[in-house]
């Protein structure tokens, strides 16, 4: 999940890409000064009024999933970065800027297919080993193993990494780095070989974080304790971060303001809404824009033909998702891409709400009273979201039905190819190439969409192999006219995460992996 501070989404329209375009310029004017980049990071919130310890409480909706410690998600949200940390960290959205972690300088080359990371020296893992480039090269291979989360196989597996020193790493890549580099290094936190295979059970969790584990209930919480040899001096602030499982939004809601819990994500945007707008105690954090959107099964059923897909587009009232589920935050008719210089905005509201099109779609189609089963992560928010969606579907011939699932078992089925018809919801992420490799209902390796064609392939290679610019643009143009044709991804809304903090909370920041808790504190 990538978050950064934003207001309403593409409220800054080119914001994203011109950031991508910065990275190339950036990176490969020379390596960037550890020193420069920390203060930037020191400057991303406000710690004066800090004090050293406390207990930081913060409530997730779903329960924390340790084997999915390489992947982005809700469910490692509070805890993962605190225990494992990548080589550097993408605040905001801003891939020009990456902040060092493990890496303290890095250089691409002028051909944008080779990078040089240095990495830092003097750390060690929890066990107390110490950290080396073997250690990155162990991570990236275990992000390309079948069973890995990870969503950046498709990249990483067009990388070749070697070792060039006990702290350096080298990357040679088949396809433009500059656009994905940053947020990929972001995206793969370094884990430890001697125990990695003992996360998918959750009995041991060995980073280089300034936290570690004390203890791990299943379901319930994870708890997070000071990490006395971090290598960097003067941090963390806390001495203990308490990860607990709320799953409904009412009961976060009072946890909040019961004082159990200082920080909450998961609840609606209306009960989040009810414990801001006055001001005083709590505040609304605006993160990453995350992408809503309905993906159907083109393998059978209902939606084989091209003519009940684009029904669909159609029956769907998103200005109703828009106001009812999201409180007015948030845009609709929007694309599966990141606003900038490369969004082809002349392409949106391509299906506007028609039910009258949509029933005649359907009879085209032969698909009236068909049976659509449509799977959800079951929170509240995707709830939401289905009841309507099944009112426009019924208004206009089909029969939706409900398939809601905990998230593992939802990850699972979607990985396994099982997932049929299925609601998403994905970070935005800073490019369209980024987009193309990485979002799983996009991706052409270890997508959880069944649809794909000799021509979908070939366009969606366009769009990587471009990069940026002019023939960035012209490729995305391509490839969003033949899915807005084929219909088998429709989006819904565009909105911000939602996360509720306490005032008592300070040096707060939300990146791709989660909480950098090692910048967070309590006011004195």
């Known amino acids: 999940m990538r978050t950064g501070v934003q207001s309403r989404p593409y409220s800054r329209p080119n914001l994203r890409v011109l950031l991508a375009l910065a990275l190339s310029s950036a990176l490969t004017a020379g390596c960037q000064s550890a020193v420069q980049l920390e203060r930037q990071q020191a400057a991303g919130g406000s710690t004066a009024s800090c004090r050293e310890g406390g207990t930081l409480v913060v409530a997730s909706a779903q329960p924390p999933i340790p084997g999915r410690v390489l992947a982005q998600g809700a469910a490692n949200l509070f805890w993962v970065r605190g225990v494992f940390e990548p080589l550097m960290s993408v605040k905001g959205g801003d891939i020009a800027n990456p902040v060092p972690l493990l890496a303290t300088a890095w250089k691409v080359g002028a051909d944008d297919r080779t ?11 929890h066990s107390g080993r110490p950290f080396t480039s073997a250690d990155v090269l162990f991570t990236f291979k275990q992000a390309l193993e079948p069973a890995s989360p990870s969503n950046d196989k498709q990249i990483i597996g067009g990388w070749r990494l070697k070792a060039t020193g006990d702290h350096e790493v080298t990357i040679e890549s088949e396809t433009p780095l500059s656009p994905v580099l940053a947020s990929v290094l972001d995206d793969t936190p370094i884990v430890d070989s001697q125990t990695y295979k003992d996360l998918a059970d959750g009995s041991k969790f060995v980073g280089t974080g300034p936290y570690k584990v004390e203890r791990y209930q299943p379901g319930a919480q994870l708890v997070l304790v000071r990490n006395d040899r971090y290598w960097q001096r003067g941090l963390p602030h806390l001495d203990r971060i308490e990860n607990v499982v709320i799953a409904d939004s009412t009961a976060q809601l009072a946890a909040l303001r019961s004082g159990r819990t200082q920080l909450a994500s998961g ?22 824009q995350v992408l809503y959107s309905l993906v159907l099964d083109t393998a059978s059923g209902a939606f084989a033909k091209k ?31 990141p606003a900038g210089p490369e969004y082809p905005k002349d392409r949106e509201n391509a299906y506007r ?8 779609l359907i009879k085209e189609a032969g698909a009236s009273g068909a049976e659509v089963p449509i799977t959800i992560i079951n929170n509240p928010q995707l709830q939401a979201v289905y009841q309507i969606i099944a009112n426009n579907l019924t208004d206009v011939g089909l029969r939706p039905k409900l398939v809601a699932l905990p998230a593992p078992d939802y990850q699972s089925r979607l990985a396994a190819g099982k997932g049929g018809n299925y609601l998403s919801f994905r970070g935005q992420v800073p490019s369209p190439s980024l987009v193309a490799q990485t979002n799983p ?11 794909t064609s000799k021509e979908y392939t070939a366009l969606v290679r366009g769009v990587i192999e471009a990069g940026g610019g002019q023939a960035g643009a012209e490729a995305v143009q391509k490839l969003t006219a033949y899915m807005l044709d084929q219909a088998v991804q429709h989006v819904l809304a565009t909105t911000p995460a939602i996360t509720v903090k306490s005032t ?10 989660g ?3 090692r910048e967070t504190c309590l006011v004195r």
């Open 115 to 125: 990078a040089t990371l240095s990495l830092r020296q003097g750390v060690t893992f």
């Open 267 to 288: 609840l609606t945007t209306q009960d989040a809404a009810t414990v801001t707008q006055n001001g005083g105690q709590f505040q609304l954090y605006e993160g990453q």
């Open 307 to 337: 003519e009940a897909r684009q029904a669909v587009g159609y029956a769907i009232d998103r200005d109703r998702i828009k106001q009812q589920v999201f409180s007015g935050l948030g845009e609709t008719g929007g694309l599966v891409w």
């Open 353 to 360: 709400h028609d039910p009258a099109r949509a029933r005649e």
């Open 441 to 451: 209902d996009v991706r052409l390796q270890g997508a959880h969409r069944t649809f």
């Open 504 to 513: 008592a909370v300070q040096g707060f920041s939300l990146v791709s992996g």
């Open 515 to 517: 909480l950098l808790s």
